[in-house]
Structures are given as C-alpha cells and as structure tokens.
C-alpha cells in the first residue's frame, strides 16, 4: 500500500502514508489534514478530494454571484469566510489556486462596490428628484385658492400623492436623514394647510347647511298650514315656493327630503285646486259648443273684402260671443286662436282701406304722379330728336324705368 501511495502523491495533491494518515502538498511542503482508517489509500485520498471539490464549488458559485451583480456585502464577508476556511482545509486539492481565485474575487468586490455604490447613487437621486416632485405636487395644490377648489377631486390627488409618498419611503432607496426630513416637512407642511382648509370649508358648509335646513323647515311648515285653506291658499304657497328657490342649498340627499315634505303640502292644494278646476270646465263644457257653434257662423266674414261690413258682421259676433262667457281651461288657447284669425281678417281690411284713403298719402301720390308723367313725356320728345343709338337706348331705359314707376303708384 505505500508504494501506490508514494506512486499517486507524485501525480496528485495529496497522498496517504502507511497509517492511513492523508496530506496535502502545499507549496516545498505538505500538510496532515486527517485519516481515513477503515479504507483503502485510495478511498481515503478520495474523501479529502471530494471536501476540495466541495470548496472549489463554492468559490464557483460566488464566482456567478458576482458576474450576476449580487449585494456587495454578502459577497464580501463569503470572499473572507472561504479565504479562512481554505486556509486550514482538511481537504485534498490545489488550494493555492482556490485562494489565488479568491483574490481575484477581491478585486472583482471592490469593483462590483464601486458599481453598485454609483447605482445606489444614482437610484438615490432619482429617489431624490421623485420625491421633490411629490412634494412640489402637493406645495401647488396648497397654493391653489383654496376657497374655490373642487374638494372630491384635490382631497382625492393630495391622498394619491401621500401614497406614493409612503411607497417610496416603504420600497424606494434611503435617503440622507436630514434631505428626507427637509423633504417630509414640506411635504406635511402643504397637506397641513390643505387639509386645515378642507376642514374649515366643511365647517362652514355645515353651518350653511344646518340655517338653510332651518329655513326650509319654517317654509315647509308654513305651506302645511295652508293646506285648511285648500284651492285658496295656491297664491300664497307660489309666494312660499319663491322663497323657497332663494333659500339656497343644503346637501344634496338633505335637499331632496325637504324638497319632497315641500312638495307634498303643496300637492294637496294643487290637488283641491284641480277639483274645482275639473268643476269648472264641466260646468263650462256647455260654452265651448256654444262658441264652437258661433265660430262657423262667423266664418264667411273671412270671404268678406269690404271693411264696413265685415266690421259690422264681426261686431255682432264679438257681441254674442262676450254673452256666452267661459270656456274649459284646456280649450282656452285654441278657442281664441279661431276667433282671434278673423279680428285679424278685419283689421286687415281696414288699414288696408286707410292706407288707400289717407288724404296725406293720397296727396303724395297725385304730386308723384304728375312729375312723373312730365319727365316721361320729357322723355319721349328726346328719344325723337336723339342723334346717336347710344343716346336712344340710354333714353329708352330712363323712359321703361319712369313708366314702371307710374304703374307702381296706379293711374
């Protein structure tokens, strides 16, 4: 067995003495590093081959660690912990060479270090300029006239830009303490003054909206006071109804529940209102036929072209028309409109009849009239006498123009 042990020491890292006793070579020397006592030599050389691998698998692995940009500090503190334990390793193998790569490791730390301080940096300052953002997002919200704001909607952005504020706090890179403190308290600066106002605005609209409800209460318990009144008591709740409108606004599910008991007291005056109302045009359903009946009486006088006598027909009918008094209320606006096509029928004929007989227009057109006639005859005694044909057609134009003239104001 020592023959092959002296035989494999000359081609490995190790070899094993006649004890069983395993070393390795390291350096001009060599170094005890265990037995292996119930094996062979070569299982025992073996065994302590097998705990290198297990080291050069480790170094391996950081190797990739490193290459994938892994934390600086694991990596650092694993680089010395190998460093230590292959250093006094009972193991079999070139050891020299996995502290040798080790020290490369060292470089490659230090190097990764500086790479990963400049991302920290930069992420950092992009941290930096992200929440400076924030911040100046919501010192604008606070420097908006605050008394004019839609509060669903700036309530809603300053929240959003308090939980972007805590992610980057909770996910984002640490900032310097006395940047981020600055930065938090000008943040906490506008959301105070925000939220100050929020609180004072509602506040206020409270209190508007607690005298408005008051108001609305008082006006709501006048209108049921007049429901003994009945029908009679409409014209004073449209009074109410008036003041109501400028009694302003409470909120808007507050609003809608006055606005029903309002309602309500003045549905029932409405209601006996409709009663008589629905009396009254039965009573008056008899008129309606009777004006029905006059209306196609009088409708020839729309044929009639002289004024006396349609004024005279139309009078008689006005007359009887008067005497036969109301109509349904539905039937108010249709009714009137008949009567009122032949009033106009009539009014017609006589401005007509005026306008043809007023002494003054008359007078105007008799003047009109013979001047006209004298330049015509001006006219065609120089068409007579005109030298050229330019001349005649520039004549005989004026002459067309002047006779359409008298034919416009009549013979």
């Known amino acids: 067995m020592s023959s092959v042990s002296d035989t494999n020491a000359s081609k490995s890292w190790g070899r094993v003495d006649d004890t069983n006793t395993v070393y390795v070579r390291e350096g001009d020397g060599e170094r005890a590093v265990g037995q292996y006592p119930d094996g062979t030599a070569e299982q025992a050389l073996a065994y ?18 490193i290459k994938r940009g892994t934390s600086v500090s694991d990596v650092a503190s694993t680089v010395t912990r190998l460093r230590e334990q292959i250093a006094t390793a009972n193991a079999v193998g070139d050891l020299a060479s ?80 006395s940047e981020a403190d600055a930065l938090w308290k000008r943040f906490r600066s506008a959301r105070s003054h925000i939220e100050a106002a929020r609180r004072a605005f509602f506040a206020e609209l409270d209190a508007t909206n607690r005298e408005v409800r008051q108001r609305k209460e008082r006006l709501i318990e006048q209108a049921e006071a007049l429901a003994s009144r009945g029908a009679d008591g409409v014209p004073a709740y449209r009074d109410l109804l008036e003041s109501w409108k400028n009694s302003g606004r409470a909120g808007r599910k507050l609003d809608d529940q006055l606005w029903a008991r309002f309602k309500t007291a003045g549905d029932v005056l409405y209601g006996a209102k409709a009663q008589i109302d629905a009396q009254i045009d039965e009573e008056f359903g008899a008129n309606l036929t009777l004006k029905e009946v006059l209306l196609e009486e009088a409708d020839p006088i729309l044929k009639l072209t002289d004024h006396v006598e349609a004024r005279s027909a139309l009078s008689a009918i006005q007359r009887r028309w008067d005497d036969i008094g109301r109509v349904p209320r539905d039937a108010v606006r249709s009714i009137d409109a008949k009567i009122r096509k032949i009033e106009d029928h009539v009014r017609l004929l006589e401005e007509t009849h005026w306008k043809d007989n007023n002494p003054e227009t008359k007078a105007r057109a008799e003047g009109l009239r013979g001047q006209l006639e004298e330049s015509i005859t001006q006219l065609e005694v120089e068409i007579a006498t005109a030298t050229t044909p330019a001349k005649k057609s520039e004549l005989e134009k004026a002459l067309e123009t002047q006779k359409s003239w008298l034919s416009a104001i009549g013979n």
């Open 48 to 65: 302590f081959e097998r705990k290198y691998s297990d080291l050069a698998g480790q170094v391996t692995l950081l190797e990739q660690r």
């Open 98 to 177: 996995l502290i040798a790569r080790l020290d490369i490791l060292t470089g490659a730390v230090e190097e990764l270090s500086e790479h990963q301080r400049q991302e920290q940096e930069k992420a950092r300052a992009e941290a930096r300029e992200r929440r400076e953002s924030i911040v100046v997002e919501a010192e604008k919200l606070a420097a908006q006239d605050l008394s004019k704001v839609q509060w669903k909607l700036t309530s809603a952005q300053l929240d959003e830009l308090f939980t972007e504020w805590q992610t980057q706090q909770k996910t984002g890179p640490r900032l310097p303490k």
